[in-house]
């Protein structure tokens, strides 16, 4: 037995994770993964990792990890320093690498507060007239279906659309390439796994070149061709910030842009599916929120609490330090279960029920320096598909169970079917 310490008073094996592992990523696991948190959460607030590392489980001990300034995300220095370089050579990983959620101080600080912040009220506001007009087209299109056919696939008529459609308007892209974005977001995200295959890479690199290819030539247009949106105050900014160096510019800029279009789409459309789900399947709870259209924002964080669109996210310690209780020396890595940490019943009650009135605790947008920087976006975006569906739909149901991507980084629900 390979002891690792004393969690809890018992000793755990590192081999003891890997069942749990495979449950989460298993169709069993990808439906309802709460039993497994459960029971990963059982064995302590770190649950040693057979590479080295610890699952952290708790609500707090999560938190804690969040918001630290001694927890920093795995940047390239992080990676020079493993063993396991070929891990981290991957094209895939490399390009997200370079990205806000893989940047630590000074390098995140700079470009943080260079974007300052992106979705202000003003932001919000002038930009709430155009969702609310693609929530009404949208929500049109899956009346004709389900006038049609009887039902219609809600995630890939509405719940995908409605992100590239907000995030492709806001920069300007124009919406014949909404698909191609979406194809390789959806392909890309493999290297944002814990443990991708080789497979899974291969497919993450091939979409990385479309990815670079398709972003690298929007920059160059809207260079060429500058319009009053944000993609060409960017390019303004940046440029001003090297003159003297284009190149450093337009990887800026590509970084940034690449970034923040495909961070914005399967999370929130996750988030969007996932509501819709669980309030169709209690048509009390849904009529009940009609009725209240004032606990719109509860239900969107009951959602998010309750299945988090991203379920595990990772740190590394900047320095020796003691979590929970236990040693853990500089540079080892410890894995956020941010689905674990929601349901702790230390701080939800019932974790399992979905209560639109919790008002309860969650961590699902992170925390501290790298707390997601489309919050408030995601929150518009949902509260306006919300009441306008409870309104046109009052009988939508579901007319199965979701299907799921086969993950367990990044939530995707590929296939919602509905009826009335």
């Keep these: 037995m390979t002891a690792v310490g004393d969690i809890r008073g018992t000793t755990i094996d590192r081999r003891a994770v890997i069942p749990f592992l495979r449950r989460l990523r298993s169709d069993e696991g990808q439906v309802d993964p709460r039993p497994i948190w459960d029971e990963l959460r059982a ?35 992080w990676q020079e320093r493993r063993s396991d370089t070929a891990r981290w050579q991957d094209p895939a990983t490399r390009e997200m690498t370079r990205t806000l959620s893989r940047l630590n101080a000074p390098a995140h ?36 279906q389900l006038r049609a056919h009887g039902q219609a696939d809600f995630a890939t008529t509405v719940g995908d659309q409605l992100p590239i459609h907000t995030v492709g308007r806001w920069l300007a892209v124009p919406a014949e390439h909404y698909p191609r974005i979406l194809d390789f977001t959806h392909r890309q995200v493999h290297a944002q796994e814990l443990l991708p295959t080789r497979k899974e890479l291969a497919i993450s690199a091939q979409a990385t070149l479309e990815m670079r290819e398709f972003f690298t030539d929007l920059v160059a247009h809207r260079r060429a061709h500058p319009g009053d949106d944000v993609l060409t105050g960017w390019i303004r900014y940046w440029d001003a910030q090297y003159p003297d160096d284009r190149a450093a510019a337009d990887q800026m800029l590509y ?44 239900a969107i964080d009951e959602a998010l609490r309750y299945d988090p669109p991203i379920h595990l996210n990772s740190r590394f310690a900047a320095e020796d330090t003691v979590l929970a209780g236990v040693p853990i020396a500089k540079d080892t890595t410890v894995h956020v279960l941010y689905g674990a ?14 209560d639109l009135r919790r008002k309860g605790g969650h961590l699902t947008f992170g925390g ?51 009826t009335t």
């Excluded at 202000?120 to 299109?141: K, N, S, Y």
């Excluded at 409870?390 to 199965?400: D, G, K, N, Q, V």
Aim: some cysteine; glycine content about 6%.
């Design 43 to 77: 064995l302590g607030e770190l649950v040693p990792a057979p590479w080295g590392g610890y699952f952290v489980t708790g609500f707090d001990t999560c938190s804690q990890v969040l918001r630290g300034r001694n927890w920093l995300v795995p940047d390239f220095a």
């Design 109 to 144: 600080t700079f470009q943080r507060r260079a974007l300052g912040n992106l979705f202000d009220r003003g932001t919000l506001e002038a930009m709430r007239p155009q969702i609310t007009a693609h929530v009404t087209g949208l929500l049109d299109r899956l009346g004709l």
């Design 255 to 298: 970084d940034l842009t690449m970034f923040i279009t495909i961070a914005s789409l399967e999370t929130t459309a996750t988030l969007l599916t996932n509501a819709v789900w669980f309030l169709t399947r209690d048509p009390a709870g849904a009529d009940w929120l009609r009725r209240h259209p004032e606990h719109v924002d509860d």
């Design 341 to 354: 940490a929601n349901h702790d019943p230390r701080r939800n009650a019932e974790p399992h029920v979905f």
């Design 368 to 418: 501290g320096a790298h707390y997601c920087l489309g919050t408030a976006l995601a929150r518009m975006e949902a509260r306006i598909l919300l009441t306008q569906l409870l309104e046109r739909f009052p009988t939508l149901r579901p007319a199965a169970d979701p299907t799921y991507a086969n993950r367990m980084v990044f939530r995707r629900i590929t296939s919602l079917k509905v």
